[in-house]
């Protein structure tokens, strides 16, 4: 599929779940990068996890503006609210649209499923029906890992049948994917599909394996390896990420008639991933290291005691491997950021944040 250039400078950019952690990375990097134009955020700040650290980045978004020559606005509201979506878009007529906003966390999908159903699917929708009613250039939207499965062939590829979700997180996923690659079809809106791997970072998210692990490593609680130690994640740094969601946002997939007069679906979908899967073990004894030399534990700590194996959580996956040769075609891109690298970057951030 061909693909339409877009130059993001004098554009609006709408970015719907910032500050979440990789929302408030991208709009940060908007704003470092891009010449003129606007960037709209929007987020609910809600309590999935605490909200201290959105406004957190929330700070870290409104600094990064003030030396911006891009105008940025926060719009505090609910995607699953059909007129709020709709007022957004009709107020600020975004070119662009970056969909990150979701009810995140394949855990979390077992304790309250309708978060998911309300945010991803109805939310989904919203944001869909308003680039049909607001023509947006491209729309830009999360997927996930997760939509392959437990038993999929590695490395990932999206040319993979992936119809058998093991989480309702993972399902309403994949229904995006789905509900994107209808509107693109029906109503000529161009739409690409972002599968992301386990991004981790500086100011991530606390329901993450890292964050937590690096919270119970100093509170002296215990850090629990799933699969009895068994499982691996293409663990992708944040910044490769946001470096690839850019790079996306200016590619939209072409809009074409077919034979029969109607849009071909100007619609693509990528894994973007470091494509480099680590035993969380290995993981989290890279993340102790750096922990210990950034001082935030004590020379000689033992990991193995910190340490409990457990067996595989529901809506696990052992393992996650991005074949990301198909976006490194499109993009000429390909994450850098080695584990180490990366976690170095996520401990001092958290040293800073804990102020020690
Ligand atoms: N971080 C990862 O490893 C990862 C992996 C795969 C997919 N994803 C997807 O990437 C996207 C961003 O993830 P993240 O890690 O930044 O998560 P995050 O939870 O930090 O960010 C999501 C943001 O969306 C907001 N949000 C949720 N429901 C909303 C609603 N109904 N209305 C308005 N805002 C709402 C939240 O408040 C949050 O700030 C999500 O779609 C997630 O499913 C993330």
Redesign the pocket.
């Known amino acids: 599929m061909g693909k339409t250039k877009l130059d993001l400078d004098g554009r609006t950019v709408l970015v ?2 910032s ?5 408030a990375n991208l709009v940060m990097k908007l704003l470092r990068t891009m010449g003129s134009g606007t960037v709209v955020s ?5 309590g ?1 996890y605490d909200p201290k650290l ?1 406004e957190y980045r929330l700070g870290l978004i409104e600094r990064a503006a003030e030396g911006s020559p891009v105008r940025h606005v926060f719009v505090k ?4 609210d059909a007129e709020k979506v709709s007022a957004v878009f009709a107020r600020y007529r975004p070119s662009i649209v970056v969909h ?5 966390g394949v855990r979390y999908s077992i304790e309250n499923p309708a978060a998911y159903i ?2 991803n699917i109805g ?1 989904t929708f919203n944001v869909l029906e308003a680039c049909r009613r607001y023509p947006a250039e491209h729309l830009v939207f ?5 939509v392959y499965g437990a038993d999929a062939k590695i490395p990932f590829s999206t040319d993979d049948k992936c119809d058998s979700p093991v989480s309702l997180y993972a399902a309403t ?1 994949k229904s995006c994917e789905l509900m994107a690659h209808s509107y693109s079809k029906l109503y000529d809106v161009p739409a690409t599909g972002l599968r ?4 981790y970072g500086p100011a991530g ?1 606390p329901d ?1 394996f890292y964050f937590s692990a690096a919270e119970k490593l100093i509170s002296g609680g215990k850090i629990r390896i799933f699969n009895h130690g068994r499982c691996m994640r293409d663990f992708t740094f944040v910044g490769d990420t946001v470096e690839g969601i850019m790079r996306i946002m200016r590619l939209a997939p072409e809009k074409n008639k077919g034979a029969d007069g109607l849009p071909v679906p100007p619609f693509a979908v990528y894994n973007i991933g470091a494509g480099r899967p680590t035993d969380l073990m290995e993981f989290a004894r890279t993340l102790h290291g750096e922990m210990i030399s950034a001082g935030l534990l004590p020379e000689g700590d033992s990991l193995e005691e910190h340490i409990e194996l457990v067996g595989m959580q529901p809506g696990d996956v052992p393992v996650t491997y991005a074949d990301c040769a198909e976006f490194e075609r499109v993009t000429g891109f390909r994450p850098q950021t080695s584990v180490r690298d990366g976690l170095r970057a996520f401990v001092g951030w958290y040293k800073e944040y804990l102020g020690k």
Not at 19 to 23: A, D, E, L, T
Not at 77 to 80: E, V
């Open positions: 719907t779940g500050p979440g952690f990789i929302g929007m987020d609910d700040m809600n999935y959105k509201a609910d995607i699953a990150l906003a979701a009810q995140a309300a945010s939310g999360a997927s996930s890992s997760s996923k992301f791997f386990t991004v998210r993450m």
